[in-house]
Every structure is written in structure tokens, then in C-alpha cells.
């Protein structure tokens, strides 16, 4: 059980196209999912919190407006990247949260080129 | 919240016992620690979580020291597959539910 995906795996684009990253808990509903960012050889960083029909909430230095996230069902959650630049290259990962626990899906590798 | 103190690394040997220690000492009575591992290239996988009492699951054990300020999973019989960083985490109890990765340990389990 607990079984968060994540479409795509990998995406390539170009500087200045939006990239849109879907991450859906499978076997069970989330009010609430997270998104994440790990820049090579570092930790994972916490960009936003996602709750199911209300607006997102943006850890500071994330610019909402660049990164917009959409909660539409208890089991999808969407990151999308907006005009993306190639120092938003990065490993985008999200997790759901089930009661007290997070669930994390395998990620999403964005080169932008 | 609380900050956790881990080792960059350690070496484990196939088929042993691997203990890894996590220091909290400024946790306080209202914060869960938590384990997730993360293999090279995949999201954190959760391994397991307490308060103030061990806990054990299929997975690993966690022992929690009587006053919290430290504590250590134990993965009984570690494999090659559980080559990860690991990272332990302390999650205070809110409506949030937000975690903070650290550094964590990157344990190699040697054949």
C-alpha cells in the first residue's frame, strides 16, 4: 500500500517552455502532498505544500508564480514549471501524506536545455 | 525544531547487523523522529517512525534513547540493496506535517 507515481520520469525542454510533472497517489486519497527539489549531490529541499482545493503554500525563496501547483483530487497533484531556465534542471520529487506518514514517488529528472 | 546530528558514512557488512545513530538532543517531548533511505536516483522510501517507544517493523527497528535525545535504527540483516542514504529526521507535531532532510549517512553495505 501507500504507492505514489509520478509522469514523467525523465523530461527534456527547452529554455522557455513549460513543463507540467503529475504526481498520484495510487492505492489510497491525499489531502495533502508536498513537492521537493534535489539538486545533485544534495539533500532533498522542500518547495510547497499541496492541499486538495485550496491554493498552495510556497516555502519561502520559491516563486509561486514560476512554480505552479494544482491539487484538482485526493489522488493528483501537479507541479508545473514555467518558462523554464536550464538552472531548473533538478530532481522534482513528491510525496503524499497518509495520516502522520509521507509516501514518496520515484521523481521526475528535468533537464532544460 | 530539532536538529539531527549523523555520520557522513558508514561501511556495513553483508548479512550483519548495521546500527545507525541519529543525535537530537534538543527534541522536544512533542516531536516524532523519523527514517527514510534514499537509493541513488529514487524518491526517499519511509522506513519507520516513534515518539518515545522502540518500534520494529519488516523493515528495521528503531530504538529511541529513555531521555530522546538520540537514537539508532538497526536494519538486522543488512543487504547489498540497502546501499542508501539514510536520513533521520525529527518531525514536530503540527497540523503541517512537513519534514526536513538533512545530510543524512550514505551506509555501504560491503559483500
Known amino acids: 500500500g501507500a504507492v505514489v507515481s509520478q509522469h514523467p520520469s525523465w523530461v527534456i525542454c527547452k529554455s522557455g517552455t513549460s513543463v507540467k510533472i503529475e504526481c498520484r497517489s495510487l492505492?489510497?486519497?491525499?489531502?495533502?502532498m508536498f513537492w521537493y527539489r534535489q539538486f545533485p549531490k544534495q539533500s532533498l529541499m522542500l518547495m510547497a505544500t499541496?492541499?486538495?482545493?485550496?491554493?498552495?503554500?510556497?516555502e519561502q525563496g520559491v516563486e509561486k508564480d514560476k512554480f505552479l501547483i494544482n491539487h484538482a483530487s485526493l489522488t493528483l497533484s501537479t507541479l508545473t514549471v514555467t518558462s523554464a531556465h536550464p538552472e531548473d534542471s533538478s530532481f522534482y520529487i513528491c510525496?503524499?501524506?497518509?495520516?502522520?506518514?509521507?509516501?514518496f514517488g520515484p521523481g521526475t529528472r528535468l533537464l532544460v536545455l | 525544531d530539532a536538529k539531527t546530528t549523523q555520520p557522513p558514512s558508514m561501511d556495513c557488512a553483508e548479512g550483519r547487523a548495521a546500527n545507525l545513530p541519529c543525535n537530537h538532543s534538543?527534541?522536544?517531548?512533542?516531536?516524532?523522529v523519523y527514517w527514510y533511505r534514499q537509493i541513488h536516483s529514487q524518491g526517499p522510501q519511509y522506513i519507520i517512525h516513534?515518539?518515545?517507544n522502540n518500534e520494529t517493523n519488516e523493515m528495521a527497528s528503531l530504538i529511541i534513547t529513555e531521555d530522546r535525545k538520540s537514537s539508532t535504527l538497526i536494519l538486522p540483516h543488512a543487504t547489498l540493496r540497502d546501499t542508501a542514504v539514510y536520513y533521520c529526521?525529527?518531525?514536530?507535531?503540527?497540523?503541517?506535517?512537513?519534514?526536513?532532510f538533512g545530510a543524512g549517512t550514505t551506509v555501504t553495505v560491503r559483500a
Open positions: 516513534g515518539l518515545k
Open positions: 534538543t527534541i522536544s517531548g512533542n516531536e516524532y
Open positions: 529526521i525529527v518531525r514536530p507535531y503540527s497540523n503541517d506535517y512537513k519534514l526536513s
Open positions: 510525496s503524499a501524506r497518509v495520516v502522520e506518514t509521507q509516501y
Open positions: 499541496s492541499n486538495e482545493g485550496s491554493k498552495a503554500t510556497y
Open positions: 492505492d489510497f486519497q491525499a489531502t495533502t
